[in-house]
């Protein structure tokens, strides 16, 4: 007699949190055993393209296929995507033209803008800089929860910038010298908040109450810590290989 299969008996939302605890391949993988795991895995609320799904890719294929992979996984897919991680590294790419693969990133985070996507983790490790931001990620309402790591923001044309996002972490950010964030921008929802390796970030945030700031050399002169920030609300502050001038 057949084991009862109880796993699979379980419901949805734990089916998804369970393939969520998995590399991208393994989740991949469940799909083959039912029916049942074939639908979690084509719902999956999240999706993580990280640098070991890129070693994988890389090794079992070559690395100009790996955007053709994240396209079919996107194109699969039917249900929204709460949260998307891609962390790119220019190892992967020697071969590969970055110009259309942007093109795709772009066409990927309208999609996931367009359809309720509440957290975005994008990082570009030693391609620092060569990725630029969209416009459309700084008015997308659904958002939540931002990580960039490595971007270009050109000037930001919208008139709400992150209207629900409570935590915003930015790291080696280059700013455009025109860009609106050298003049205050209010982020009306934001509660947490980790910078390091950027300037000419002018910001209020009446909800903020954790702040981390890493990395950073006489903050004060280089405008990484917003001369508009109220400190006051804070109750978690949290200094890592920093200094500043005291007047």
């Not at 949805?12 to 039912?34: E, F, K, N, Q, Y």
């Not at 709460?82 to 110009?99: E, L």
């Not at 609300?233 to 007047?247: F, G, N, T």
């Amino acid at each position: 007699m057949a084991a009862e299969d109880r796993i699979s008996g379980l419901p949805g939302d734990i089916l998804d949190h369970i393939l969520g605890l998995l590399p991208i391949r393994d989740a991949a993988r469940t799909s083959v055993l039912s029916t049942v795991w074939r639908d979690v895995w084509l719902s999956l609320s999240q999706l993580i393209f990280d640098t070991n799904f890129f070693i994988h890719i890389h090794d079992r294929y070559i690395a100009e296929s790996t955007m053709f992979v994240i396209n079919k996984i996107l194109m699969r897919h039917n249900k929204p995507i709460r949260k998307f991680v891609f962390h790119f590294d220019n190892f992967f790419w020697a071969k590969r033209d970055k110009k259309t693969s942007w093109v795709e990133l772009d066409e990927w985070l309208l999609y996931l803008t367009r359809n309720g996507v509440e957290e975005l983790d994008l990082s570009f490790g030693s391609s620092a800089y060569a990725y630029v931001l969209p416009n459309f990620i700084f008015s997308c309402s659904t958002l939540k929860k931002l990580c960039l790591h490595g971007v270009f923001v050109e000037p930001i044309n919208v008139s709400c910038i992150f209207p629900n996002v409570t935590s915003l972490c930015l790291k080696r950010i280059q700013f455009d010298s025109k860009n609106l964030f050298y003049s205050p921008t209010d982020l009306p929802m934001l509660e947490s908040l980790e910078c390091g390796d950027i300037s000419g970030f002018n910001m209020t945030a009446p909800k903020l109450r954790s702040l981390k700031i890493s990395n950073v050399f006489n903050m004060t002169s280089h405008g990484v810590l917003p001369f508009t920030l109220d400190l006051k609300p804070i109750s978690s502050l949290h200094l890592d290989h920093c200094s500043a001038k005291v007047h």
